[in-house]
Structures are given as structure tokens and as C-alpha cells.
């Protein structure tokens, strides 16, 4: 999506949380920062990391990560998280690259 003015995590994030459309990962630092270092995917840009999560993360999960990834970082280490999230690797299949 393209609008005016506004970035494409902006956007993302509008549609996502305004309009309750579940087609969007809004993906910022932490979301681009954060499965990278838990070697869920390797990408350099949020547009790569976008794509990437979408084809490993099922639907139900996209509109909640981008908040769930935030929330977890306020106080929290990449290290702590890491051990948090293993079980929800697991659950998901994802293997790392």
C-alpha cells in the first residue's frame, strides 16, 4: 500500500490496527531487528523482512507480532526473548536459515 507521504510501516501499521486488515505485518526496527537475531530469517531491509515473515508466519499471527515484538522489548533482552519464543518456533515450524 501506498500512501502520500507516509512509509511503508506507517502505513502498515494503519491498516493493520485502523482498519483491522490482517494483509500487513508492520514491520519497524524491532520487528526487522528481532527474528533475524532469533535466526528465523536473514534480511537486511523492513520490506525483505516484511516478505520473509509472511511466508513463514501463519495469517492469524500477522496483525499481533509487530505489537507482541514491541511489548516483549520494553525491559526485556534479545537473549531472554529468544528463550521465551523457542516454543513458538516449534509450534511454527520454522526452522532456521
Given at each position: ?6 512509509g ?58 509487530n ?13 531472554k ?17
Amino acid at each position: 500500500m501506498k500512501l502520500p507521504g507516509v512509509g511503508p510501516k506507517t502505513s502498515a501499521i494503519v491498516m493493520t490496527y485502523g482498519h483491522f486488515n490482517k494483509d500487513y505485518i508492520p514491520v519497524d526496527t524491532h520487528v526487522n531487528r528481532i527474528p533475524n537475531r532469533l535466526g528465523w530469517i536473514k534480511t537486511k531491509t523492513p520490506e525483505e523482512t516484511e516478505k520473509s515473515l509472511m511466508k513463514i508466519i501463519p495469517r492469524k499471527y500477522w496483525q499481533m507480532l509487530n505489537n507482541n515484538f514491541v511489548t516483549c522489548l520494553k525491559g526485556s533482552l534479545v537473549v531472554k526473548l529468544k528463550e521465551e519464543l523457542k516454543h513458538v518456533k516449534n509450534d511454527l515450524n520454522i526452522k532456521e536459515q
